[in-house]
């Protein structure tokens, strides 16, 4: 499985960002979606993610703030960042959960893309 994430760049603080990420083709299913992030010495944290029956789950920082949302039908997740400030500034990374038919789940990670917030 592979997970492609776009949308990353510079914005200001105040400003919205979208990002998206789609997996690839194949026979499986994805039960949970969402991105995570990391800063240079800070371990990778969460951010939000989407479980296929539309439970989100989302950090504290970003309630309120940002929103996850998904195209199941075409495996993809996307992150709308509202209201940025320069602490968001980090490598968003795309998540997914992902099974085989009845198979244990595996969890893989995208490329990783840059957010950088300026003030």
């Known amino acids: 499985v592979q997970l492609q994430a776009y949308g990353g760049g510079l914005v200001q603080a105040g400003g919205s960002l979208t990002l998206s990420c789609a997996a690839s083709?194949?026979?499986?299913?994805?039960?949970?979606m969402g991105w995570f992030r990391q800063t240079p010495g800070k371990q990778r944290e969460l951010v939000a993610t989407?479980?296929?029956?539309?439970?989100?789950n989302y950090a504290d920082s970003v309630k309120g703030r940002f929103t996850v949302s998904r195209d199941v039908a075409k495996k993809t997740v996307f992150l709308q960042m509202n209201t940025l400030k320069p602490e968001d500034t980090a490598v968003y990374y795309c998540?997914?959960?992902?099974?085989?038919?009845?198979?244990?789940?595996?969890?893989?990670w995208g490329q990783g893309t840059l957010v950088t917030v300026s003030s």
């Open positions: 989407m479980k296929t029956a539309g439970y989100t």
């Open positions: 083709e194949g026979d499986f299913r994805i039960n949970v």
């Open positions: 998540y997914a959960k992902v099974a085989w038919g009845r198979s244990v789940e595996y969890e893989y």
